[in-house]
């Protein structure tokens, strides 16, 4: 099977086309092979290269290089993220760990952009947790005491306030994080590429499909050559299973999103003139929602177990009219078809929403599923396990490592099976809200 994307994104289309792409066209050896050119593996490399400036490091992607779900996210890079209230200590400290994971994420890409000077579109704004169901709000306020206890600043927020803040009635209720910033995912990742350094070879259009370890060596095939490399590097996040990376541990899930062109003048006075803003849903299937900086809005609310390989055309035109549909139930005075570009990207999930950081054997190591965290998590985690991998720790990796681990998944054809029952059910639960 072959990685094939839609070429539609429209954070992708913004930036300019590179050149001096380069793929593999002879068998080569290297010191280290990172097998996935998003967020993580470019994090990695660029570590990796840091600590061994005279060693041979290869990344490859089987696409152009961010342009999987790095570069086809909705922008988010999140200090919190919504669970249903804690009954327990035990709860509240395991949401702690992973608020500790995600503010060490926002860290790593707060210096990297400072170091680089990249222009990324980086809005510390907060982020509202949205609903127009009130009986929603019950979530909320438990969410409210949680953060509280964390010391997030929060606000809980009414329909009044929220229409005047986004510019639609549709809200009834919201808790907003002041925490939280909005980026362009496309210039993130590009500038991760630009900067890579010289003793990085990127190589790209080039798809691993098989790899296997003998004695100290790890053997890749590609189509036509082979790489072999003394470490390796898994960070092909939704299609770690494809190359066989912990089978029982993550599933890939596809989702979709739309952009509409840049709201006219008259059309953006006609909602209130908001402020850049994003709204996440309170429940899981909801819809995620964005203004962005040039006055575009971002929709998603798919979230599928599909072939992560590809999607049809028809099938991405299905999604994206009931992404159309999203916008005209929030923004009824908007003309109807506004949007310009609808893409689907796939991530990578585990049952208990734990991420993968792993050593797997001596010489082979995996960082991967964020579910909605990839940017800053998918950046932080790059870096440390490259560290790692080099034998080396660090005050990160225990705070990594203290996290709850990911829980084994049946086989299939039950683990298809449970994920499309409980997609359904959310997907009723959240009916409302999409
Ligand atoms: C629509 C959408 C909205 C999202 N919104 C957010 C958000 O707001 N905030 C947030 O933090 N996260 C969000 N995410 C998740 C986030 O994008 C991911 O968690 C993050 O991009 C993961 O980065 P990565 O580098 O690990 O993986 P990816 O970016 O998926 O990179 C993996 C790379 O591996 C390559 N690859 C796969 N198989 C092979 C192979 N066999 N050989 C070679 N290369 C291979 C792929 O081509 C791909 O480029 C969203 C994702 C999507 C799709």
């Known amino acids: 099977m072959k990685v094939v ?10 930036l300019d086309k590179r050149a001096n ?33 005279n060693q041979k490091i290869i990344i490859v992607d089987a696409q152009l290089a961010g342009e999987g779900a790095s570069g086809r996210n909705s922008g988010y890079l999140v200090d919190t993220t919504l669970n249903d209230g804690f009954i327990s200590n035990k709860d509240l400290s395991n949401y702690k760990k992973k608020t500790d994971i995600y503010r060490l994420g926002i860290d790593v890409v707060k210096k990297f952009i400072k170091e680089h000077q990249v222009d990324c579109e980086w809005n510390e704004s907060g982020k509202y947790f949205a609903s127009s169901n009130q009986k ?27 229409g005047k803040r986004l510019g639609t009635n549709f809200y009834n209720i919201a808790l907003y994080t002041k925490g939280g910033i ?6 993130l990742v590009r500038a991760m590429i630009d900067i890579l350094p010289n003793n990085v070879e990127l190589l790209e259009n080039s798809q691993l499909n098989k790899w296997s370890k003998n004695s100290d060596t790890i053997i890749c095939k590609f189509k036509n050559h082979k790489i072999t490399t003394k470490k390796i590097i898994f960070c092909t996040n939704g299609f770690l299973k494809s190359l066989g990376i912990k089978n029982n541990y993550n599933f890939p899930l596809t989702l979709t999103a739309s952009m509409t062109r840049p709201l006219t003048d008259t059309e953006y006075k006609s909602i209130g003139e908001p402020k850049e803003w994003g709204v996440l849903p309170v429940r ?11 006055k575009r ?10 072939n992560p390989f590809k999607m049809s055309k028809l099938d991405l035109e299905n999604r994206s009219f009931k992404q159309k549909l999203g916008v005209k139930k929030r923004f009824p005075n908007l003309p109807y078809d506004i949007i310009e570009s609808s893409w689907s990207g796939v ?8 991420q993968i950081f792993e050593k797997i054997d001596g010489n082979i190591y995996v960082a991967g599923c964020y579910n909605g965290s990839g940017i800053g998590v998918g950046a932080l985690f790059g870096e440390q396990i490259a560290i790692k991998a080099s034998n080396e720790h660090t005050k990160e990796i225990e705070t990594i490592e203290l996290r709850n681990k990911p829980t084994w998944l049946p086989p299939q054809p039950f683990l298809d099976l449970g994920v499309k029952t409980r997609l359904i059910y959310e997907r009723i639960r959240a009916r409302l809200e999409i």
Not at 182 to 187: D, E, M, N, S, V
Not at 284 to 294: C, E, F, L, S, V
């Open 5 to 14: 994307n839609d070429n539609s994104c429209g954070w992708i289309n913004d």
């Open 21 to 53: 792409i380069k793929t593999l066209v002879k068998d080569q050896s290297c010191d280290w092979l990172i097998v996935g050119a998003g967020y993580t593996g470019l994090s990695a490399a660029r570590k990796l290269s840091e600590i061994h400036p």
């Open 136 to 162: 929603d709000r019950k979530i909320l306020e438990n969410f409210s005491k949680t953060l509280l206890k964390l010391n997030f600043e929060h606000d809980i927020l009414e329909k009044d306030d929220l």
């Open 182 to 187: 909005l980026l362009h995912p496309g210039k």
């Open 284 to 294: 899981p299937m909801g819809a995620t929602i964005r203004m962005t900086k040039d």
């Open 297 to 306: 809005i971002l929709i998603r609310n798919t979230a599928e177990a599909h």
């Open 347 to 354: 991530v990578s999930r585990t049952r208990n929403g734990s």
